[in-house]
């Protein structure tokens, strides 16, 4: 399995829409087994190919505690059940190290794709919800940035980019 780059905001190639999945083959089998890799390695609970340059309608979510639950999301679409907002400090592999509070709908219903194309559906509160909601958004070029204030927004693309640019200083900086 490969461990792929996990693309950082404010890249633009993080803005692209991602196309409708049409053919479930090999391809597609192979990228979301490395998507959920890289997921794992990065200790994250959810990636969508975006993250990885990869512009599919394909999301990998594993919210379990050991690893050993994940579900292959393709060309999914969801309903409200509850509009009740609830908040939510949700993280980002694409905005790393940064914990914001974001408000989304509490209970969502999932109609999705599996990766040999059968129709799914799942229902979903709390966390999953969340996550659900954020990796969709990946698909849309959407960030959680994006709900935040412009001068919050700012303030963390001036961080990530400082971070980017000075890689050995920041390497220097964290040894003892
Ligand atoms: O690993 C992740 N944790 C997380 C925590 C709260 C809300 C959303 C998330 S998703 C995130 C991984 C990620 O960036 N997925 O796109
Ligand atoms: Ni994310």
Not at 142 to 152: A, G, N, Q, R, W
Not at 155 to 161: F, N, P, S, V, Y
Request: glycine letters at 4%; aromatic letters at 6%; a negative charge.
């Amino acid at each position: 399995m490969r461990n792929l780059e996990i693309l950082t905001f404010p890249d633009p190639r993080l803005r692209t829409k991602a196309s409708i999945v049409e053919v479930f083959d090999d391809e597609l089998r192979i990228m979301a087994e490395n998507m959920l890799h890289t997921m794992y390695t990065a200790n994250g609970i959810g990636l969508a190919a975006t993250q990885v340059d990869f512009h599919k309608r394909l999301i990998v979510i594993d919210i379990s505690e050991n690893q050993d639950e994940p579900i292959f999301i393709v060309n999914p679409s969801f309903q409200i059940l509850d509009e009740t907002i609830e908040e939510y400090k949700e993280g980002c592999l694409s905005v790393p190290k940064f914990f914001e509070e974001i408000y989304r709908p509490k209970k969502i219903k999932l109609s999705y794709k599996d990766l040999d194309g059968n129709d799914k559906e799942l229902i979903a509160e709390g966390v999953l919800s969340v996550c659900i909601q954020h990796e969709i958004d990946h698909l849309d070029g959407k960030l959680m940035v994006d709900y935040l204030s412009p001068l919050k927004r700012g303030r963390i693309k001036g961080k990530l980019l400082k971070s980017k640019t000075k890689p050995k200083q920041q390497i220097q900086q964290r040894s003892p």
